[in-house]
């Protein structure tokens, strides 16, 4: 007797048919519908019943998960496939054929139909066209091969770099962290900000293999000057403090000698633009008659870095004037003179200005 039966609830009719069966039980559903009717296909592998599956899916990927209950179906005498279609998984298109005979799929507008049999053997015949257009899963066994690498080793931070992989032999293949489940080859741009494991797990039938990588960050090369001042009084070079941490402006008097010390530990070439070419460890004096800019470009081998220096002069009258208000005083800065009020009030009035 050939029966359809047409349901909005296909999976929990699907659920109630498997224990009737008693031949053959041919699926074509979706991953998450394979979990649901799991148990009822699990119990009924044991009545020697003949097992077709298609799972439709948009890709390849298979989780965890469903790579361990593939493994119990198969191991049962299920015969699974993977088909990938995006309009079928999209349109739920899914139904089942229990003995050759009694079919259940979504619900349909031609309802009445005139023989039940013509149809049930055209959707038997169309059962198997998806076969023939599907991949059967044999889980693998045996050694598992990974190629996992990637573009670069040591970067600097924030910089992106390329990992890539080949997998043979694995059902499975997951890269943590982040990352997550990925196909058998492939590869991902990241951008790293700190040193960086990269671990690939891959797993078949048998076997679970991990391989790691290693990103190192190093340190962003920096462009630290030592600048000084000539203090007449002391007859000796005292040290200069900028306005503020990220803001390299120095006040200076009108006339004062100001010196220029640094020492590179890296390769590279330094330039400043109106200087020239200067030494990566040298040092530099000039005398302050106006506002002078420094722009200082260090060229490294995988790019260059720059710092502004920039000197503004004050007359000495300037800082005399200036008010002396106990409470700024004590809220400034340490200027290159820390026993020094005037040079105390020199920064104050810098930082006034910016």
């Known amino acids: 007797m050939f029966k359809t039966y047409s349901t ?20 074509f559903i979706d991953e998450n519908h394979l979990f649901f009717l799991s148990e009822k296909l699990i119990t009924s592998l044991n009545k020697n019943i003949e097992f077709e599956i298609v799972i439709v899916a948009p890709n390849q990927k298979k989780s965890l998960k469903l790579i361990n209950l593939l493994k119990r179906l198969i191991d049962g005498g299920a015969e ?13 298109s899914y139904f089942a054929i229990f003995d050759k005979s009694y079919l259940i799929e979504g619900e349909k507008d031609d309802l009445n139909r005139i023989d039940e049999a013509n149809y049930i053997e055209g959707k038997n015949t169309f059962f198997k066209s998806i076969i023939l257009d599907s991949k059967k899963i044999n889980l693998q066994t045996g050694d598992i091969k990974i190629d996992f690498k990637s573009d670069h080793y040591i970067v600097r931070k924030k910089e992106t770099v390329n990992i890539s992989w080949k997998v043979n032999n694995a059902h499975h293949v997951s890269i943590h962290p982040d990352i997550g489940q990925v196909n058998l080859e492939g590869s991902r741009n990241v951008v790293l900000y700190n040193d960086q494991t990269y671990r690939l797990v891959a797993k078949n039938k048998e076997l679970v293999v ?50 220029l010390k640094w020492d590179f530990g890296f390769s590279g070439k330094l330039i400043e633009k109106s200087i020239g070419k200067l030494p990566l ?21 995988d790019g260059s870095i720059s710092k502004n220096l920039i000197f503004h002069t004050f007359k000495e009258e300037e800082i005399s004037n200036f008010p002396k208000k106990r409470e700024n005083l004590e809220s ?13 009030v020199l920064i104050r009035k810098l930082k006034d200005i910016f």
């Open 8 to 27: 909005c609830n296909i999976i929990n009719e699907i659920q109630a048919r498997i224990p009737k069966a008693l031949f053959s039980i041919q699926l």
């Open 80 to 92: 699974i496939y993977w088909n990938i279609d995006e309009n079928s998984f999209e349109n739920e």
């Open 210 to 259: 991990e391989k790691n990588i290693f990103i190192k960050i190093k340190e962003s090369p920096d462009m630290e000057f030592d600048v000084s001042v000539f203090d007449k009084t002391l007859k000796d070079f005292i040290t200069l403090t900028p306005s503020g941490e990220k803001s390299f402006h120095y006040g200076v008097y009108l006339g004062q000698l100001v010196r």
């Open 281 to 301: 460890i040298g040092s530099y004096e000039f005398e302050v008659n106006e506002i002078t800019h420094f722009t200082f470009i260090l060229n490294l081998i």
């Open 332 to 344: 400034t800065p340490k200027a290159y003179n820390p026993s020094s009020n005037r040079f105390k």
